[in-house]
């Protein structure tokens, strides 16, 4: 992978973010809730809590928010708050994290080209790990 780690195979004593530069694009973008947050912002435009919340319905209102602070936080999201009663909020996906649309298409048209590989690797795995384990018990 260019960018990661020592073109020789040498053990690197530096930092992981040092060895390979995308870990804090990694860390920021793709946890578990954040993908799908700003997959759901992007495609179904701003969104108040509770719509988002039913686009991405595993969610728990509690890590929702959470995800929702840290995202407008590092500037990937906008939160308006509108002053009526009663209060509303609505959230969108900012400039910045509009710059991340093209990394998500690459990964999604990725997925749609190579999932039925590795989803072939994992069985093809699987059933030599079984062989080797029958073939080790007798």
Same mark, same amino acid.
């Given at each position: 992978?260019?960018?990661?780690?020592?073109?020789?195979?040498?053990?690197?004593?530096?930092?992981?973010?040092?060895?390979?530069?995308?870990?804090?694009?990694?860390?920021?973008?793709?946890?578990?809730?954040?993908? #799908?947050?700003?997959?759901?912002?992007?495609?179904?435009? @701003? $969104? +108040?809590?509770? =719509?988002?919340?039913? %686009? !991405? #319905?595993?969610?728990?209102?509690?890590?929702?928010?959470? @995800? $929702? +602070?840290?995202? =407008?936080?590092?500037? %990937? !999201?906008?939160?308006?708050?509108?002053?009526?009663?009663?209060? @509303?909020?609505?959230?969108?996906?900012?400039?910045?994290?509009?710059?991340?649309?093209?990394?998500?298409?690459?990964?999604?048209?990725?997925?749609?080209?190579?999932?039925?590989?590795?989803?072939?690797?994992?069985?093809?795995?699987?059933?030599?790990?079984?062989?080797?384990?029958?073939?080790?018990?007798?």
């Amino acid at each position: 992978m260019r960018g990661c780690g020592d073109e020789r195979g040498r053990t690197v004593t530096e930092s992981p973010d040092q060895v390979c530069p995308i870990n804090p694009v990694v860390d920021l973008v793709f946890s578990r809730w954040t993908t #799908p947050i700003l997959w759901a912002l992007e495609h179904h435009g @701003r $969104l +108040r809590f509770n =719509e988002l919340q039913r %686009l !991405v #319905p595993a969610i728990t209102p509690k890590v929702l928010t959470q @995800r $929702l +602070r840290r995202l =407008e936080r590092d500037g %990937l !999201v906008v939160r308006t708050y509108h002053a009526e009663i009663p209060p @509303r909020v609505e959230y969108e996906v900012s400039d910045l994290g509009r710059t991340l649309v093209p990394v998500f298409d690459t990964l999604a048209g990725w997925s749609t080209a190579h999932l039925p590989q590795v989803e072939a690797a994992r069985r093809a795995y699987d059933t030599a790990r079984e062989e080797e384990e029958a073939w080790a018990q007798g």
